[in-house]
């Protein structure tokens, strides 16, 4: 199977499946003599483990990394240097339960990459769905922690802006609220409302989708390239190379179809310090490819879990036409923990044209 890497002068390649002994990534483009500890990877990989709360599965994986190269020790207690070498990480599956897949071994589960994969490849890896499953992503998290180590003082963050239709007030967004509940969410009053859509679609064995919202700050100006070197494409991309991910938008996004050229047009003035400032920011930071040292905004919209109770019609591996109802530990809401995942991919993409931009302009 190809196409198991990203990123140019930064670049992530993954490794393992979901129920295998465990999964991993090499990070080949690190820049040597950037100091981290294994808590600093840990930290992001803890936002985004499984079994945290009722609202995720249940799956207990302490997702615990391993750096296995491209290191040196620092002088300080736990401190690794980069050395310019590619970087192995490593995190080990104790938490498999293979027979649960016992069931769907030879049928394909709707919506699902089960029939894609048979029709590739000519054979699946029914457990969990192998490479297809979301176990993978805790691999970009962990990756997602070194880019951030190219682009310092840039700020990451993201929160959960919808579960199905019910959105945030966003008159009520607050950062610091993301940390005090468990969908991620800036809104307090639609972090509890929450609470009881999930219960109710957790114990009806169903799911629902969800809308992620990714803020980058202090990114500075001019990262990106015309045409096929954009800033937002390669966003997109990577945020849509997430499982489950079925939409993405730059800035205002779809909702640009209905402004006016007067609304969606961000006006300048000149700023105290002379550098120039933007009156909004429909553009979500990125024009014409480039970041322009706005804030770069970014949502992309989450598919409901496929894994449920409620028996879905398909067929099998011999044509036959069957009911499949999947069994095992599965997330009524995969889009609480794709939050994590979202910060790491744009992290990636922000690292990978920082180090691009260095090289064609030696800034």
Not at 202 to 216: D, N, P
Request: proline share 6%; glycine share 12%.
């Amino acid at each position: 199977m190809s196409h198991n890497s990203f990123g140019h002068l930064f670049r992530v390649t993954t490794w393992g499946e979901s129920h295998g002994p465990a999964i991993g990534c090499v990070v080949d483009g690190l820049p040597p003599g950037l100091s981290f500890t294994q808590g600093d990877i840990q930290d992001l990989l803890d936002k985004r483990r499984p079994g945290q709360s009722r609202f995720t599965t249940q799956r207990r994986e302490p997702d615990e990394v391993k750096v296995l190269s491209g290191v040196v020790e620092g002088p300080n207690l736990g401190e690794l240097i980069s050395t310019g070498t590619p970087i192995a990480l490593e995190i080990q599956n104790v938490d498999q339960r293979s027979k649960d897949y016992a069931n769907i071994a030879q049928s394909y589960r709707p919506g699902h990459a089960d029939i894609a994969y048979d029709m590739k490849y000519g054979l699946r890896d029914h457990r969990g769905g192998g490479r297809s499953s979301a176990r993978e992503t805790a691999c970009r998290v962990a990756a997602g922690a070194l880019a951030r180590l190219v682009v310092p003082g840039v700020t990451i963050r993201g929160a959960l802006v919808q579960i199905g239709a019910d959105r945030i007030d966003r008159a009520n967004w607050d950062w610091d609220e993301v940390s005090n509940n468990p969908f991620f969410c800036p809104d307090r009053e639609a972090a509890a409302r929450w609470e009881g859509l999930l219960d109710g679609v957790r114990k009806s064995g169903s799911s629902v989708g969800a809308v992620i919202e990714i803020v980058a700050e202090n990114v500075p100006a001019g990262l990106g390239a015309p045409l096929y070197g954009k800033l937002d494409a390669d966003i997109a991309a990577n945020l849509m190379s997430i499982n489950a991910v079925k939409g993405v938008e730059i800035g205002e996004g779809f909702a640009a179809a209905e402004l006016s050229g007067e609304d969606n047009a961000d006006e300048i003035r000149n700023g105290p310090d002379g550098k120039p400032v933007f009156l909004s920011n429909h553009a979500g930071g990125i024009l014409g490819g480039i970041s322009t040292g706005q804030p770069i905004v970014a949502r992309f919209a989450v598919k409901p879990t496929s894994s449920i109770l409620t028996p879905r019609r398909s067929i099998d591996a011999n044509g036959q036409e069957v009911d499949v109802m999947t069994k095992g530990r599965h997330d009524p809401c995969v889009g609480i923990r794709a939050v994590p995942i979202g910060e790491a991919m744009i992290a990636c993409a922000l690292a990978d044209h920082a180090l691009r931009h260095r090289g064609q302009t030696g800034r």
